[in-house]
């Protein structure tokens, strides 16, 4: 069942004030922001390891920052560590507390910050970190918001959606979600599917959009306390990557101690790329993509600067494959069937799926070496899942479509 935002701490430094100075607009769309969130019945609290005090000018008397602020501050609850017994940052326990206070889970909460500690604090607690760089950027870690009305823009297009995963798998050891539908011949669906796929592909698009939508579907459906890894499916050339992937999933990865490998299914020969191969009606099956990949053994830790001195993905553990567009299944099942080679769970995902196509499970596979080139000489042995069996959520297309159409030009209500 999907989650919904309920729960929002902010930090106060550098988010909503900054220590001997500040900048009238900018906490002018911070009191906007909190109005915003009331407003949509999501509780935002003030939280900070500290009192902030405030120095009249013309008497020197020094107040409390909490009771010199009048109006929307004044709805919202100031947990100070010090002064209410809250564990301090960045404990993990400090966000619990905030959790069991106000009957929050996990994946109903965020955690707008800027500091290292809010960054701490916001990873220790498993809860998703929005990171405020209005008045500088002090982490890179998060989901990076240049204004409050950004994020104003995140929680009202992510945050409280109704429908997540169009489409979804879930079959034993067979686990496929997709976000969209595929299609550019029906009229529905063919603005969003241009746009993921031109985001998908060459980054264009709205990029931003489709990182954003894909971050909040696996936090808002908690997929994400499964993961332990991410690693993207390779594209069709020799050697190749998934830029357009890397650095957002990255950053998600970041948040949940969890690890993006950066090369770990490796694309060792070039694959005859499906689309074209099947516009020309050259028959395409999983021996293209099995005979072409490996993983590396060693792949490269997150800093991508060093490799693991032993393979980290095994057994008890699970890895979060993502491809942009998938039709039969045959990349993913690939990834699927070398990965499971080392004992470890697999949670294949798209960006879209192409309607009216099956997903083709492959059964069967002998025991092999994943971490070499393998020669397969016949396909696997595999099972056809019909398109319309597995649509999990008719709404979402229109809910996405409706979104993806009204995000350049959101306003404040």
Same mark, same amino acid.
Request: hydrophobic share 40%; proline share 4%.
């Given at each position: 069942?999907?989650?919904?935002?309920?729960?929002?701490?902010?930090?106060?430094?550098?988010?909503?004030?900054?220590?001997?100075?500040?900048?009238?607009?900018?906490?002018?769309?911070?009191?906007? &922001?909190?109005? /915003?969130?009331?407003?949509?019945?999501?509780?935002?609290?003030?939280?900070?390891?500290?009192?902030?005090?405030?120095?009249?000018?013309?008497?020197?008397?020094?107040?409390?920052?909490?009771?010199?602020?009048?109006?929307?501050?004044?709805?919202?609850?100031?947990?100070?560590?010090?002064?209410?017994?809250?564990?301090?940052?960045?404990?993990?326990?400090?966000?619990?507390?905030?959790?069991?206070?106000?009957?929050?889970?996990? $994946?109903?909460?965020?955690?707008?910050?800027?500091?290292?500690? %809010?960054?701490?604090?916001?990873?220790?607690?498993?809860?998703?970190?929005?990171?405020?760089?209005?008045?500088?950027?002090?982490?890179?870690?998060?989901?990076?918001?240049?204004?409050? &009305?950004?994020?104003?823009?995140?929680?009202?297009?992510?945050?409280?959606?109704?429908?997540?995963?169009? !489409?979804?798998?879930?079959?034993?050891?067979?686990?496929?979600?997709?976000?969209?539908?595929?299609?550019?011949?029906?009229?529905?669906?063919?603005?969003?599917?241009?746009?993921?796929?031109?985001?998908?592909?060459?980054?264009?698009?709205?990029?931003?959009?489709?990182?954003?939508?894909?971050?909040?579907?696996?936090?808002?459906?908690?997929?994400?306390?499964?993961?332990?890894?991410?690693?993207?499916?390779?594209?069709?050339?020799?050697?190749?990557?998934?830029?357009?992937?890397?650095?957002?999933?990255?950053?998600?990865?970041?948040?949940?101690?969890?690890?993006?490998?950066?090369?770990?299914?490796?694309?060792?020969?070039?694959?005859?790329?499906?689309?074209?191969?099947?516009?020309?009606?050259?028959?395409?099956?999983?021996?293209?993509?099995?005979?072409?990949?490996?993983?590396?053994?060693?792949?490269?830790?997150?800093?991508?600067?060093?490799? !693991?001195?032993?393979?980290?993905?095994?057994?008890?553990?699970?890895?979060?494959?993502?491809? %942009?567009?998938?039709?039969?299944?045959?990349?993913?099942?690939?990834?699927?069937?070398?990965?499971?080679?080392?004992?470890?769970?697999?949670?294949?995902?798209?960006?879209?799926?192409?309607?009216?196509?099956? !997903?083709?499970?492959?059964?069967?596979?002998?025991?092999?070496?994943?971490?070499?080139?393998?020669?397969?000489?016949?396909?696997?042995?595999?099972?056809?899942?019909?398109? $319309?069996?597995?649509?999990?959520?008719?709404?979402?297309?229109?809910?996405?479509?409706?979104? &993806?159409? $009204? /995000?350049?030009?959101?306003?404040?209500?």
């Amino acid at each position: 069942m999907a989650k919904h935002l309920k729960g929002f701490i902010i930090g106060i430094s550098n988010v909503a004030f900054v220590e001997g100075q500040g900048d009238a607009n900018k906490f002018s769309e911070v009191e906007r &922001l909190l109005e /915003y969130l009331l407003a949509k019945g999501i509780q935002p609290v003030i939280f900070g390891n500290r009192d902030w005090f405030s120095i009249d000018s013309k008497t020197g008397v020094k107040s409390r920052l909490q009771d010199v602020l009048q109006g929307v501050w004044q709805q919202v609850p100031w947990i100070i560590a010090n002064r209410d017994g809250t564990p301090h940052k960045p404990q993990a326990a400090a966000v619990q507390y905030l959790l069991n206070r106000f009957g929050w889970d996990a $994946a109903e909460t965020v955690y707008l910050g800027n500091t290292v500690d %809010d960054m701490r604090t916001a990873v220790n607690g498993g809860v998703l970190f929005l990171n405020a760089i209005w008045y500088g950027q002090n982490s890179d870690y998060g989901v990076i918001f240049a204004s409050p &009305l950004d994020v104003a823009r995140f929680v009202d297009t992510f945050c409280l959606r109704e429908h997540l995963w169009h !489409y979804r798998i879930e079959l034993g050891s067979l686990r496929y979600y997709a976000l969209s539908p595929y299609s550019t011949m029906i009229p529905a669906y063919e603005y969003l599917s241009n746009d993921a796929r031109a985001a998908a592909k060459w980054g264009q698009g709205h990029p931003d959009f489709w990182t954003k939508y894909i971050w909040s579907t696996l936090y808002f459906s908690e997929l994400y306390k499964e993961i332990d890894y991410i690693a993207a499916y390779p594209g069709h050339v020799e050697g190749s990557g998934n830029a357009v992937v890397e650095d957002p999933m990255l950053a998600f990865s970041r948040c949940f101690r969890m690890t993006y490998l950066r090369d770990f299914v490796v694309r060792h020969t070039a694959s005859q790329k499906s689309s074209q191969a099947r516009n020309r009606g050259i028959p395409i099956g999983y021996l293209n993509q099995l005979n072409t990949i490996r993983l590396q053994e060693f792949p490269v830790r997150s800093d991508g600067t060093r490799r !693991y001195k032993h393979c980290p993905v095994e057994a008890g553990k699970t890895v979060l494959v993502i491809d %942009d567009i998938c039709t039969n299944g045959y990349s993913l099942e690939a990834a699927r069937a070398y990965i499971e080679q080392t004992g470890a769970k697999v949670i294949c995902l798209s960006w879209l799926k192409t309607i009216s196509s099956d !997903y083709k499970e492959i059964r069967a596979m002998r025991n092999f070496d994943p971490f070499v080139a393998n020669t397969f000489t016949a396909e696997p042995q595999h099972m056809s899942h019909p398109y $319309a069996g597995y649509v999990a959520d008719r709404i979402a297309p229109e809910e996405v479509t409706q979104k &993806l159409r $009204a /995000y350049d030009a959101w306003k404040w209500p």
